[in-house]
């Protein structure tokens, strides 16, 4: 099977988008196999715009795509894509494994709805996920001239997609916290709503039965978190850069409490570790 060239996908995909669905009914197969070559280019425009926004319309729209490419497709993100180049820091490899998790979110969106993943499925999903935001080190969010990576807020899509299934033991949750939670102690600087992303997967884990009191617990050893992390950095300015981090997801963390009037003690207890921070 020929794999289509960038232009060449690009092309296809503007005419799907546009309504023409003739090449795409003669070619399905090529295009799917094309889609998923070309899932990281750096061209911002075939990347997102084209490539993701034509697997959320064939996976969550139209349900085009079946549960057997799907479970393909997850095997595929999870042994070739998801920890491509994974070691590298500043690489056009970063988006590659950023929209994978996009992609591997889709899948466990139609999931939850249609419930086709086998429990063996959904555990190396799972695995594969934790492990990816456990390695992950690009947290760069948009990249001049080639748009958006994002890889840390991606991510965390995916991972909303795994709280919200009910094949997500209960037991797992508190080894997704420390997941969550150890997102916002990274040594770089966390600046384009990744806070965000990782509240609403607080929240979700909340709801779906996690103790609150664990996050309340957290919250107030965040200073002695810290301090270790302190101790260990080499860089005074990467230090400074982890409590950037905090401050801005306990602040966001609080607004959102106090917004829909949830959780005081926790509230409480961000408050007090603010003014030791």
Partial sequence: ??????????????????????????????????????????????????????FFRLIIEQKDIDFDKMSELLETSLHALLFHR?????????????????????????????????????????????????????????????????????????????????????????ELFHVIINQIMRSEVLAHDEDERLIHLLLRLLERGMDSEVIHRYVEQLPHHLEGCKQHLDDEEKYWYVVHNVKTFLKSLYVRLNEEQRHDLIQQSILVTLKKL
């Fill in 1 to 54: 099977m020929n794999v289509l060239s960038e232009n060449e996908l690009k092309e296809a995909l503007q005419m799907m988008k546009d309504g023409d669905l003739t090449y795409y009914e003669k070619n399905k197969e090529a295009i799917l196999t094309s889609m998923v070559q070309h899932i990281g280019s750096p061209d911002g425009e075939l990347r997102d715009r084209l490539i993701y926004t034509m």
């Fill in 86 to 174: 994974i070691e590298e820091t500043q690489s056009d490899a970063v988006f590659t494994r950023a929209f994978t998790t996009l992609l591997m979110a889709l899948i466990l969106h139609r999931d939850v709805e249609e419930d086709f993943l086998t429990e063996d499925q959904f555990r190396k999903a799972a695995e594969g996920l934790i492990r990816y935001l456990q390695l992950e080190r690009d947290t760069r969010g948009y990249v001049n001239g080639k748009g958006w990576a994002h890889s840390i807020a991606h991510a965390a899509d995916a991972v909303d997609e795994l709280i919200a299934n009910p094949k997500l033991d209960p037991a797992s949750f508190p």
